[in-house]
């Protein structure tokens, strides 16, 4: 066993955003980039002696050169095992998964998430901890402050492994234990739900379709939908993990899966839809001629927990990030239990799940998990949705319109400008947020403003504090519109804009949510000037 000692130089901007370092692939192809930031993570993580670490990633391209390099460098570090999804491949929810049964010290996973593949597309890494949590900030922030100062790694100089390949194999004194990726996730997932009632429905005539996207999600899709649970086969769509991922954009919306979208509104739809991401971790749920938000998917989840046996003995209590929308809030206070507004992120839930203080959480950007991993998991959701269809036996839109005469409706949309300039973006929410004191109890199109804040959380857990995290303007009647800026992109700035308004009036549940938002776009738009600044006339993205 060799091990070099290799010198570098630090690179600028490995700072790692709210789900790891995401750069285009052509950044981690230069020189001892990937290898600078693995090491200075070993580096923060101290001694490894004797620990296992978990390895994986969505498969997209760079994914399997990575994973050799990281390997050998592990070896060379002194970890004592890896393991090691088959090909290279785990799902974000089922690293979370395999660290967790197996106690490892923690994982590396390799993804860009949503982002575009392939060899002009996105790459990523990011650290999970031993719960199967995201790497809180103040580990992030060590591992950034290390790549600074960075002069040289260690990786052993040994042949390539055997990703294919099943079972044991060493490099030096690491183990390395290359397993199926989807089995552990499987078996969790038979454990949480009434795999009988889902064979049932399908057994009935049910038909869906879900999109994987060609990405990592397929793979399980197979497995769990149509040979385990009796789906028919073609159930699952784009289900072959492809290093581009198909040239699309793996992105689980009503932009970027088209063509799911057009089979759950055409004349012969089937009963229901979803699709999941590039990684595995988000989820859309559709039903004939229906769309369900997912703020309302994490209200109606927490509503009908009780339908589902890994749940049904009540939840502790459940969070949302602060963009997501109220509807869960009304939820949780008919069921008497407590609900935690968080800054965006996943890692934000991990700290509460730890304490025992929620069961579910979900984000409005198509996230939404629970107690069973550490991250959001989209094939968990939809598998909960078949569940609860399975036992209430109503459509999806039957279901979510009982949901809105109960509680009532948080109409809610998000629009995506993509790709802006960053200074313009940054400028943009400096303005406004300078407009602040000048705007309380001001009223535009009907709306008085109640309250201006830049959002800030404190963890009732470990009571750090995060600033910076969204601008809220809140309104009288309840309505909300909230700015951000996105850090899952890796060009230019993303701003996301956040509408929200309740309405209890039956007549006007059913209606189209733009058209029932349309004063609050125009007042966003008052308010930051975003068609002004950015010269888009449209959103990019509208869900």
């Not at 039903?287 to 369900?292: E, P, Y």
């Not at 009540?314 to 990030?321: D, I, K, Q």
């Not at 309405?503 to 058209?515: I, R, V």
Request: hydrophobic letters at 35%.
């Amino acid at each position: 066993m060799q091990i070099k000692t290799v010198s570098t130089q630090a690179y600028s901007g490995q700072k790692a955003g709210t789900s790891g370092l995401r750069k285009k692939v052509t950044v981690f192809q230069q020189p001892h980039y990937l290898e600078n930031f693995v090491q200075a993570l070993f580096n923060v993580l101290g001694d490894v002696q004797g620990k296992t670490l978990v390895l994986g990633g969505d498969g997209r391209y760079y994914n399997t050169i990575a994973i050799q390099t990281i390997a050998k460098m592990a070896a060379a570090n002194g970890f004592a095992r890896i393991l090691l999804g088959q090909n290279g491949l785990l799902s974000t929810p089922a690293a979370s998964a395999v660290i967790r049964k197996y106690q490892a010290f923690g994982g590396i996973i390799l993804s860009a998430s949503h982002n575009p593949a392939g060899k002009d597309g996105d790459f990523g890494i990011k650290y999970n901890v031993s719960s199967g949590s995201p790497a809180p900030e103040k580990l992030t922030e060590a591992v950034y402050a290390e790549t600074q100062t960075i002069k040289n790694y260690r990786i052993l100089d040994v042949p390539d492994i055997a990703l294919n390949q099943l079972g044991n194999q060493q490099i030096g004194s690491l183990s390395v234990e290359v397993i199926d990726p989807v089995e552990d996730y499987a078996q969790l997932m038979a454990n949480l739900f009434d795999f009988d009632k889902i064979r049932q429905l399908f057994q009935s005539g049910f038909a869906m379709r879900f999109d994987a996207m060609h990405a990592i999600t397929g793979i399980y899709a197979h497995h769990l939908l149509e040979q385990t649970l009796g789906a028919p086969t073609g159930t699952v769509m784009n289900g072959t993990p492809l290093e581009d991922f198909g040239g699309g954009h793996p992105d689980p919306n009503l932009t970027y899966a088209e063509d799911l979208v057009k089979q759950l509104y055409s004349d012969n739809a089937p009963h229901f839809g979803a699709a999941s991401d590039g990684d595995g971790d988000r989820n859309m749920i559709l039903g004939r001629h229906c769309f369900v938000t997912p703020s309302d998917s994490l209200a109606i989840l927490v509503a009908n927990a009780h339908h589902v046996k890994g749940y049904q003995n009540g939840l502790t209590g459940v969070a949302r990030s602060m963009p997501t929308s109220m509807a869960v809030d009304r939820v949780a206070q008919a069921l008497n239990i407590p609900c935690y507004e968080t800054p965006t992120g996943w890692k934000f839930f991990g700290n509460l799940l730890d304490a025992n203080k929620a069961t579910l959480c979900g984000e409005e950007s198509f996230g939404t998990g629970s107690n069973h991993v550490r991250e959001k998991d989209g094939l968990w959701a939809v598998l909960f949705w078949l569940n609860i269809l399975a036992v209430r036996q109503q459509s999806v839109a039957e279901i979510l319109h009982e949901h809105w005469q109960q509680y009532g409706r948080n109409v809610y949309s998000r629009h995506d400008y993509e790709g802006i300039d960053s200074q313009i973006a940054k400028q943009l929410m400096t303005d406004l947020q300078s407009k602040f004191p000048t705007l309380l109890q001001q009223t535009f199109k009907g709306y008085q403003i109640a309250f201006c804040d830049d959002f800030s959380y404190t963890d009732p857990v470990d009571h750090s504090i995060s600033t910076g995290q969204g601008l809220r303007i809140g309104f009288t009647d309840g309505s909300r519109i909230v700015f951000r800026l996105s850090g899952t992109g890796t060009e230019g700035a993303t701003l996301r804009v956040y509408l929200e308004s309740y309405c209890t009036e039956p007549s006007l549940q059913t209606q189209d949510a733009q058209t029932l938002l349309a004063d609050l776009i125009q007042v966003a738009d008052q308010l930051a000037g975003i068609k002004t600044r950015t010269g888009r006339e449209q959103p990019t993205v509208i869900t």
